[in-house]
């Protein structure tokens, strides 16, 4: 029988992190291990843990949801695990998931994931799955195309020997979409979500309109630098993947202006450094940083935040153009 492995990635939600061993722990195909990953949490969970005799876990420095599932990833498979099913410590999948999940497995390798519902009304779709609503619009069992990692993921071995494992230097946001792509595009390994495998997750309500607060505004760093990196893996190509960075700049640009409405310029001004760093692919950047920074920047005036945002994203769309005639010059 092929053994199967639940990962859950872990830091300061003990509570949470219970619900979902518990779920876990109830699975109607007995999971053959439990690993947890514990980001450096600071709240008891290493002490429960460590009480716990089904468990196996690994605590490390908090190197974000990026470094907290790459290593989990990294550890199911160096310990000889068939499938990885991979979770947050905020998700809890259905008692019957992982049957499902085994029961729709094919001869061809395919990248598989649980149907993500909303754990209030059991029934919606956290995320757009194949453009159903809710579960009662999706017919039979399979929806194609589609899956949302890392909520309910189910990652055979042989995917990791030919992909790797999600790059922990993300840190946080878009460690999985790249993934994602890189699996599923650059490796053309099909995708799908089972309908029938539940995996309840909170509703998310993560808006780009949202005001969100300056000063405490790290996570907003890793959503532009990451998201470079994500349309290199996504468009295979680096001058392709500059114009829609630019884009996806300037788009950003325009919603601060017309949806923040609190320190518009400051974050206009501030958005610039994840974008440079994306480009110099450095990913040395920790939250300490970066809160420290947003804590002392002066506000800028309009005229210099619009030149200096201008400037630096027709720098990012010359940047792969540059690069290669400087690397045809060195050949010549």
Not at 65 to 87: D, T
Not at 101 to 114: K, P, V
Not at 209 to 214: E, N, V
Not at 278 to 293: D, G, H, Q
Request: one cysteine or more.
């Amino acid at each position: 029988m092929e053994k199967v492995v639940a990962v859950v990635v872990t830091y300061n939600r003990l509570a949470l992190l219970s619900d979902c061993i518990t779920a876990l722990r109830n699975q109607s195909r007995p999971l053959d291990g439990i690993l947890v990953i514990n980001n450096g949490s600071t709240d008891g969970t290493e002490a429960w843990l460590k009480s716990q005799s089904d468990i196996t876990y690994f605590t490390q420095d908090n190197l974000g949801g990026a470094g907290g599932f790459s290593a989990a990833i990294k550890k199911g498979y160096e310990l000889g695990y068939e499938w990885i099913w991979c979770m947050d410590d905020d998700g809890a999948p259905k008692e019957d998931a992982l049957e499902k999940l085994l029961l729709a497995q094919t001869s061809e390798l395919t990248l598989m994931n649980c149907a993500v519902i909303d754990n209030k009304d059991k029934k919606s779709f956290v995320w757009n799955t194949g453009g159903y609503k809710t579960l009662d619009e999706v017919p039979g069992n399979i929806v194609e195309g589609i899956g949302h990692p890392f909520n309910g993921t189910f990652i055979n071995r042989r995917i990791i020997e030919r992909v790797g494992v999600p790059k922990a230097s993300f840190f946080l946001w878009g460690d999985e979409t790249e993934y994602y792509y890189r699996i599923v595009r650059r490796n053309k390994i099909p995708v799908c979500t089972v309908a029938n495998s539940i995996h309840y997750h909170p509703a998310t309500a993560f808006s780009v309109k949202k005001d969100w607060d300056y000063a405490t505004g790290w996570k907003m760093y890793y959503y532009v630098r990451n998201r470079f990196h994500i349309h290199k893996t996504k468009f295979n190509n680096k001058a392709l993947a500059a114009l829609h960075y630019a884009c996806f700049l300037i788009a950003f640009a325009g919603i601060t202006l017309l949806f923040q409405k609190t320190d518009k310029l400051k974050k206009l001004s501030f958005i610039m450094w994840p974008a440079a760093d994306a480009i110099k692919n450095n990913f040395e950047a920790l939250p300490p940083v970066i809160l420290t920074r947003l804590k002392s920047a002066e506000k800028p005036s309009l005229a210099v935040s619009l030149t200096s945002y201008l400037k630096n994203t027709w720098a990012n769309i010359l940047a792969p153009f540059s690069s290669a005639r400087a690397g045809r010059a060195a050949n010549a």
